[in-house]
């Protein structure tokens, strides 16, 4: 049993120390495009959907509404994003991106993979597949216990 308790020990240290650097790493990228690592986060979605919904970028992001129309006002500013209103439910707002925002989320999505490409060139194919399975598993087991919570 003590066996088993120090490898969740150890687990717990890298899943932290691994959070740390994800953090720095985001927090180097963005400064890289002038955005901030939610600005980052909230534009890198557009790469899997055309709008969303001020309800499923909270769900999605986890924020707040107050701090999503924080992030929203700063990128509308910028020129990025629009906010419109859904014609069916006044109360409710939608998300677009801005013609000027395209080129951005295409060259952000490119130089996100190419900084990982650097991150990880010196792992081989066969430890970057056990990496990839191994996070898979991981993602899924936080996943499990975020939706009991």
């Not at 717990?12 to 986060?41: D, G, I, Q, W």
């Not at 000027?100 to 952000?108: D, F, G």
């Not at 991150?119 to 087991?141: D, F, P, Y």
Request: charged content about 25%; proline content about 3%.
């Amino acid at each position: 049993m003590k066996s088993i308790s120090n490898e969740l020990e150890s687990i717990a240290e890298l899943v932290c120390e691994l959070t740390r650097n994800c953090s720095m790493k985001e927090e180097y990228f963005a400064a890289s495009f002038n955005l901030s690592p939610t600005e980052v986060r909230l534009l890198k979605l557009f790469t899997n959907a055309s709008q969303y919904s001020i309800k499923e970028l909270c769900e999605t992001l986890n924020l707040t509404p107050g701090r999503i129309t924080h992030i929203l006002s700063s990128l509308e500013e910028k020129k990025l994003v629009i906010r419109k209103q859904n014609q069916t439910d006044k109360r409710n707002f939608y998300v677009e991106l801005l013609p000027k925002a395209n080129p951005l989320i295409n060259n952000l999505h490119k130089n996100y993979i190419s900084l990982h490409e650097s991150i990880l060139q010196n792992v081989g194919e066969k430890e970057l597949k056990q990496i990839q399975s191994s996070l898979k598993l991981l993602t899924e087991q936080f996943k499990q216990w975020v939706d009991k919570k």
